[in-house]
């Protein structure tokens, strides 16, 4: 292993994989001329995608695309993902990240891979390019929150509701700086996918990765992608944490989060009963086999509430392929859903989805800003797969775990 | 590194969607284009408003959400000399200062200065002066080594000139 560092240390360290999508790459590859960049220095630890807007929406958009083609075909980048093969976020767990690599991509949500123990963070464009060109990157090293969830999880309560319950305590700055540990028996017991929910919603309480320590479900998550161990991670026993939470969720409520922050969770009985116009089942957060399957089994056999508008993406071809194999593709288009392909549109309010002025969303992803999904005037509120999928039913928000169908 | 201008001021956890809404920024890199919608949903007529060399003053947790850097380029774009906050995202800190648009963190100013002071800023001496109200803040200056990206205009120039990291 390397040499022991403090946190406070300013450190410059190479870069195991880079990368960039359609809202960041364009601007990376700029940056990268402009700093007279010629060369890619390490083009095989480059990883492009194309799911912002995807497929484009406009000749603007589309020649932002052009750019990202022609300048990865220029550079040798292989691992280029074009329209339609998933969510970036997803196709680096499922193909490329291992445990103890250092992993940055312009994409804030980009700290998800921490869960597959590796220390990944989110940075701009400018320094993905400095990436390409040099392929290295500085880092401020971080203090850890730690944070220790015990108790196993009521019925109908999901890895999304422990990470919302925990935003909301910790708050949308909470850890600044800061690394979180995810530990307790709870994420022991959790997922590999189930897991990157709540590395993935590290960011919204200001946290630079969401590092889990990899076990034994995290290498066989690995090999069965055809992957190997990595290099081990493990938190220092002796360390000492800047602080460490602990959460007792034996009893926790299906949580949501009410418009216009990420922080502002409520237990879904005090938001119960509203009138919801669309309900969004993706993005990074929720787009996985499990949350397919766990929407699908309360949706199967029944039909959506008529006024309300359910978009079901997938977070890859790969998850896309299994739900279809396994019958749940017929079960969300029989109930009335509408399905997309693979990508982030909905969630960023690109081109997919965009709400009216008064209506009010419920949504999987991980972000409720005001104006996030293209209009400033619509509510949005976060929750998980099956208070999504109940509410969908009802046309209000639901607590799952009282619903009977 | 001075800077003087006018306060502007927002509260606490102005997030990139607010800065600069996702609907635009995917589809063009002509930052001034882009500036036109900056801070949009909060006050539609700012990017008029604004003048060079003005200041934003903000609350806790400036800039959280997205690392689209496009946040601090459209505000450099608009003039903005300097943003000062109680304290800042870490992923927009690190744009800012990559795009050369200096960020400092003073709880005291964030809470003092009104909008419409005038403000002078001393990067290097870690001092604020509210020349309005006639008071000094100070702050932990920032540290040498992103200094220099700022004192080249960004990261962009300092890779230019150095070829690679010089920390």
């Not at chain 2, 003087?4 to 956890?13: E, I, L």
């Amino acid at each position: 292993m390397g040499r022991r560092v403090e946190a406070g240390d300013l450190i410059v360290v190479n870069v195991d994989l880079v990368m960039a999508h359609d809202g960041t790459a364009p601007l990376a590859i700029k940056s990268f001329r402009e700093m007279g960049g010629e060369r890619v220095k390490h083009p095989e630890r480059v990883v492009f995608v194309i799911d912002h807007i995807a497929p484009s929406s406009s000749e603007d958009v589309s020649k932002l695309h052009k750019l990202m083609r022609d300048f990865a075909s220029e550079q040798g980048i292989e691992n280029f993902y074009d329209v339609g093969e998933g969510v970036c976020h997803q196709l680096l767990a499922e193909r490329h990240v291992e445990p103890g690599m250092i992993v940055v991509g312009g994409d804030s949500h980009t700290c998800m891979h921490g869960a597959l123990g590796a220390f990944a963070t989110g940075v701009g464009s400018t320094e993905v390019a400095a990436v390409l060109k040099t392929g290295k990157i500085w880092f401020k090293v971080p203090e850890t929150l730690k944070i220790q969830v015990e108790g196993s999880l009521p019925p109908m309560v999901t890895p999304k509701d422990v990470i919302l319950h925990i935003i909301g305590e910790v708050k949308a700055d909470g850890a600044t700086y800061k690394a979180v540990e995810y530990g307790g028996e709870t994420v022991r017991q959790m997922s590999v996918e189930g897991r990157l929910t709540l590395s993935n919603m590290a960011v919204e309480m200001g946290g630079k990765t969401g590092l889990i320590e990899p076990d034994e479900k995290t290498l066989e998550y690995l090999k069965s992608r055809g992957r190997g161990p990595g290099k081990p991670l493990k938190g220092d026993r002796d360390a000492e944490h800047a602080e460490t939470l602990n959460f007792d969720v034996s009893r926790l409520e299906p949580q949501v989060a009410a418009p216009p922050t990420v922080d502002n969770v409520k237990p879904v009985s005090e938001v119960e009963g509203l009138e919801i116009d669309q309900v969004f089942l993706g993005s990074c957060t929720n787009a996985r086999l499990e949350d397919r399957r766990l929407a699908a089994s309360i949706l199967k056999g029944r039909k959506i509430h008529p006024r309300v508008r359910m978009l079901v993406v997938p977070a890859s071809r790969t998850v896309y392929l299994q739900a279809l194999r396994e019958g749940l593709v017929e079960v969300f288009l029989e109930a009335g859903c509408v399905l997309c392909n693979p990508g982030c549109g909905v969630c960023v309010g690109g081109h997919q989805g965009v709400p009216a002025p008064g209506e009010v969303v419920l949504s999987t992803s991980n972000r409720n800003f005001v104006g996030r999904m293209g209009c400033p005037e619509a509510d949005i509120y976060l929750a998980s797969p099956a208070t999504a999928a109940v509410s969908a039913l009802t046309g209000k928000i639901t607590n799952p775990a009282g619903w009977k169908p | 590194m001075k800077v003087k201008g006018q306060a502007w001021k927002f509260g606490d956890d102005i997030n990139t969607d607010i800065i600069i809404s996702g609907k635009y920024k995917f589809k063009t890199l002509d930052m001034r284009e882009l500036a036109k919608h900056a801070m949009e949903a909060l006050d539609p007529k700012f990017s008029e408003k604004v003048k060079p060399g003005d200041i934003l003053v903000a609350g806790k947790n400036f800039g959280c959400g997205s690392s689209r850097e496009h946040a601090p380029r459209v505000l450099k774009e608009l003039g903005i000399g300097v943003i000062i906050a109680k304290s800042f995202a870490r992923i927009f800190y690190r744009n800012a200062v990559n795009v050369g648009l200096p960020v400092v963190e003073s709880p005291e100013a964030s809470a003092r200065i009104s909008e419409g002071d005038q403000v002078e800023v001393d990067l290097e001496k870690g001092l604020i002066r509210n020349l309005t109200k006639g008071e000094t803040y100070s702050f932990k200056p920032i540290p040498p080594a992103l200094m220099e990206i700022l004192r080249e205009g960004g990261l962009v120039e300092y890779l230019r000139k150095a070829g690679d990291y010089k920390l």
